[in-house]
């Protein structure tokens, strides 16, 4: 099993920058691709970016391109999304997900997920 905990949400102004943080523990070295997702008020939750095993890979959402890197620091078993220029449509719950043993070409689908942590409020007031 792994766990997942995320932190680093808040109240920020349009504009501002927040940096998420994911720590995993438990068996992490089962772990493959991570990566961020979110779920807006009253809507599904989205796929936001992912990262894959050796940090070569890394793959965002056309709306936050630009703006979001994700990041891995294997020493420390913790993902970080640093997000700059964010906006009020950037307001959702922010999620952490891990996956087993999916290629990583399947990262932008829910599904390929393992593991999920708790989530994190981001709100962006405009």
């Known amino acids: 099993q792994v766990q997942l905990v995320e932190s680093g949400g808040g109240l920020v102004q349009a504009g501002g920058s927040l940096r998420l943080s994911c720590k995993a523990s438990?068996?992490?070295?089962?772990?493959?691709?991570m990566a961020w997702w979110r779920q807006p008020p009253g809507k599904e939750r989205e796929f936001v970016a992912a990262?894959?095993?050796?940090?070569?890979?890394?793959r965002y959402a056309d709306s936050v391109t630009g703006r979001f890197t994700i990041s891995n620091d294997n020493a420390k078993n913790t993902m970080y999304l640093q997000m700059n220029n964010l906006k009020a449509e950037d307001t959702a719950v922010y999620y952490c997900?891990?996956?087993?043993?999916?290629?990583?070409?399947?990262?932008?689908?829910?599904?390929?997920?393992?593991?999920w942590g708790q989530g994190t409020q981001v709100t962006v007031s405009s």
């Open positions: 997900a891990a996956d087993r043993d999916h290629l990583f070409g399947a990262a932008m689908t829910r599904t390929t997920y393992d593991y």
């Open positions: 438990g068996r992490t070295s089962s772990t493959n691709t």
């Open positions: 990262i894959g095993l050796s940090s070569a890979y890394t």
